[in-house]
């Protein structure tokens, strides 16, 4: 089960940095609403944009500590927590403006994946 921690610490971490870092202003069909770019995404959900930047930022700190945990393995269950955390947020704002379940279905994922990160890495 190692092995299988370790690729999702890898998936969600490195896709958390690719969303946020390298393609926020990339139109996929999973945005909220009718937004084409984060920051409309943020607008459709009546965030102000301030909150943009700092999601992101905590985003891409914990998906940076995900990644970390894979040689620091008491990173791993916080990083996990706090994105599930977040993810749970996402997949509630886009059932708050009432998307198609096939919006949330990245975020609702992505929790899955924290969640499981963070049941196998318990610190006992």
Not at 28 to 49: H, K, N
Not at 68 to 81: E, H, N, Q, S
Not at 96 to 118: E, H, N, Q, V
């Amino acid at each position: 089960m190692e092995y299988v921690v370790i690729a999702l610490q890898l998936i969600v971490g490195l896709s958390l940095i690719n969303v946020w870092l390298v393609q926020p202003k990339k139109e996929t069909p999973y945005r909220g609403g009718d937004a084409t770019t984060i920051f409309e995404e943020f607008q459709v959900y009546g965030l102000p944009l301030w909150s943009v930047y700092l999601i992101g930022a905590i985003k891409v700190l914990l998906g940076i500590l995900l990644i970390a945990g894979i040689w620091f393995p008491m990173l791993k269950f916080p990083a996990a927590t706090g994105l599930a955390i977040l993810l749970a947020g996402s997949v509630s704002m886009h059932f708050r403006i009432g998307d198609p379940l096939i919006k949330s279905f990245p975020a609702a994922l992505f929790l899955l994946m924290c969640a499981t990160i963070a049941y196998f890495s318990y610190p006992m």
